[in-house]
């Protein structure tokens, strides 16, 4: 009776239908489907991207450099700028929105909000930004020339694996000069980012839209700077690219959980706090396959261990976290992420190891230093520094408060919300280690970034596969007005002094070819486009750094001619060097002119070569008859 019945039902239901057609009804509703994109909804987004690149670039071109002042970029950009920044934040917004998500068209909208926003320095000034890239050139140069390390001669020579890179690129296309190089190399960087940290926050969120909108957040509020031509910039890199490779190719749990004990308890607690479970990670793979994934994450840790100081221990804390909560199953790996840099830092840098055993662990356990104390040494300056400072620091509180937000709105919407957590939080741990030279904080919230860009904009996004919905949609764009808006004077807050012109970088090669091998070259304050070349050919020295020095007594004639006195030097005074005492507070306000005009006149003292942007003293030494 029970089988008519089922069996009977359908064909009454369908009589019915054909009943009503007959009566006139209509055609029965057609099967509900995926909604379709016209395709000329895609075109015009593109066409929009393609606007706001095109005015974009031309309102960075016709940027007069002589109009940065003390607050950065902010007050020289045209308003046709902030225009195109606001269409292509409408613009990918409204591709968030789209029936069906388009990578490609997301791709194309991040690529142009990565030029017009992280391409403004080589855009306006067409010279790296930061005297650390002319160094950093210098160093590959002197090893691509002399086929040597000499860890005495500088700390980076411990840590060479991204210098013997640029070398390698340097004999491999035959140019030797990579300016060019040094120039684009945010914008390179952070094209050469998106890839793995599209990887990284897929495995971090529940759906695709979520993370490509964690992916543009990033980009909108990463202000710190370090994707210059440094090592740090390539080990970033490295390092987002192992823990996409972790997230998606070894998630799971490293030990069984159904029997009791500490895993068990730990699988417990995970899936108390996150109820939407870790993916498996790829899964039905071969014994070769895993084998050469495995390879792919060890060649990851040794190329981050041999480039750089500080982001192999940052791996360490992320790691761990991952095998504690069920997303690495490879028990080995955390154990070579610490052999691999403490192996390094003891035995191949032994003589960086041994030189600076007080910097390294001096610190260790001093939270109040190593957070407040570096923190206070970097807010003071200039009125219009002291803004910029300020203003970083609301950025980051804002960032964090909606990342909490977001930890929150995912628990109780049963999203993923863990991972992307513990990977923040984590970091934390290395705050009692060292200050790391008074950069520390800003390095981890570059490390944080990714994992809270994930969770900041959770609350923002639909916890279903589809768009934001018009409200949210609103709230994403003026959120993204707003950090993006901000992060033109975080990131460039500092222009006046972080770049370069033609005419200091003639300056310098002057420099070169005046003074004798083996000179010392003195600068006032250490702010200089030098070293690119003859690394090792010179003695340089600094009279002040580029660092807050409240209540730092005037320079004085003294000071230079005590490095001269035994056989004389060369000093270069250049307006970068003017910027940064006047903006970090290095001298007081305008002594470094006091000191040139006074000095300049002084007997021993000839002015060798001068342009717009600097003079070039030589001093006389005792051999010279002082």
Not at 31 to 36: I, Q, S
Not at 270 to 297: H, I, M, Y
Not at 395 to 400: C, F, H
Not at 554 to 582: F, K, M, W
Request: charged share 10%.
């Amino acid at each position: 009776m029970t089988h008519k019945s089922t069996a009977i039902a359908p064909a009454a239901t369908a009589h019915g239908v054909t009943d009503a057609l007959h009566r006139g009804g209509g055609r029965p509703p057609a099967a509900a489907g995926p909604r379709v994109t016209p395709a000329w909804h895609v075109a015009a987004l593109a066409g929009l991207a393609a606007a706001c690149l095109i005015l974009g670039i031309w309102s960075l071109a016709s940027v007069d450099p002589l109009q940065i002042g003390g607050a950065g970029l902010i007050g020289a950009l045209p308003p046709a700028y902030f225009v195109a920044l606001a269409l292509i934040i409408v613009g990918f917004v409204a591709s968030l929105s789209l029936p069906q998500v388009k990578p490609v068209l997301l791709t194309w909208q991040i690529l142009v909000t990565v030029i017009i926003l992280h391409g403004a320095g080589p855009i306006i000034h067409g010279l790296p930004r930061l005297e650390a890239s002319y160094r950093h050139l210098g160093i590959a140069d002197y090893i691509a020339q002399s086929g040597q390390l000499d860890p005495n001669l500088d700390a980076y020579f411990s840590w060479p694996g991204f210098f013997d890179l640029l070398g390698m690129l340097s004999g491999a296309t035959g140019v030797k000069d990579l300016m060019a190089v040094a120039t684009w190399s945010p914008v390179a960087i952070n094209v050469i980012l998106l890839a793995p940290l599209l990887a990284l926050a897929t495995r971090l969120t529940s759906h695709r839209r979520h993370a490509w909108a964690a992916v543009w957040l990033f980009y909108l509020t990463s202000w710190v700077g370090q994707d210059y031509l440094a090592p740090q910039a390539y080990a970033f890199v490295l390092l987002v690219a192992l823990l996409a490779c972790i997230l998606n190719t070894f998630t799971g749990w490293a030990w069984r959980t159904d029997r009791d004990g500490l895993g068990s308890a730990l699988s417990r607690i995970t899936r108390k706090l996150d109820t939407a479970a870790p993916q498996p990670g790829l899964d039905g793979t071969s014994r070769e396959t895993t084998a050469v994934l495995v390879v792919v994450c060890a060649v990851l840790l040794v190329a981050m261990t041999v480039s750089h100081q500080l982001t192999p221990f940052a791996a360490i804390p992320i790691v761990a976290a991952f095998l504690l909560t069920g997303r690495l199953r490879l028990r080995f790996l955390p154990v070579l992420t610490v052999m691999l840099p403490v192996g390094w830092l003891v035995f191949a840098a032994s003589s960086y190891f041994q030189g600076h055993q007080e910097q390294l662990f001096g610190s260790i356990g001093d939270i109040g230093a190593n957070t407040l104390g570096s923190l206070s040494s970097r807010v003071s300056g200039s009125d219009s520094h002291m803004f910029v400072v300020y203003l970083r620091l609301a950025e980051v509180a804002l960032l964090w408060v909606l990342a909490v937000v977001g930890a929150v709105v995912g628990r109780r919407r049963g999203a993923p919300w863990l991972t992307a957590a513990v990977g923040a939080l984590a970091l934390l741990v290395l705050v009692p280690v060292q200050p790391y030279g008074g950069e520390l904080l800003l390095r981890l919230y570059l490390f944080s970034l990714p994992f809270v860009a994930c969770l900041a904009v959770l609350p923002l996004m639909s916890d279903k596969p589809n768009g934001p919905g018009w409200r949210r949609g609103i709230a994403l764009v003026l959120l993204g007005a707003v950090f993006a808006t901000a992060t033109v004077v975080t990131r460039y807050g500092n222009d006046i002094m972080e770049s370069f012109t033609t005419d200091q970088v003639a300056l310098v090669n002057r420099l070169y070819e005046t003074a004798p091998a083996g000179s010392v070259l003195i600068e006032a304050v250490r702010n200089t486009p030098w070293k690119f070349q003859h690394y090792a050919g010179y003695d340089y020295r600094a009279l002040v750094p580029a660092e807050p020095r409240p209540g730092a007594s005037p320079l004085t004639c003294d000071a230079a001619n005590e490095i001269a006195a035994r056989s004389g030097a060369y000093l270069i005074v250049t307006i970068s060097q003017l910027h940064a005492a006047e903006l970090r507070g290095s001298t007081p306000t305008g002594d470094l002119q006091k000191f040139v005009a006074t000095c300049g006149n002084s007997a021993g003292w000839t002015r060798v070569s001068e342009n717009n942007d600097g003079v070039i003293f030589h001093i006389e030494g005792a051999r010279n008859g002082n």
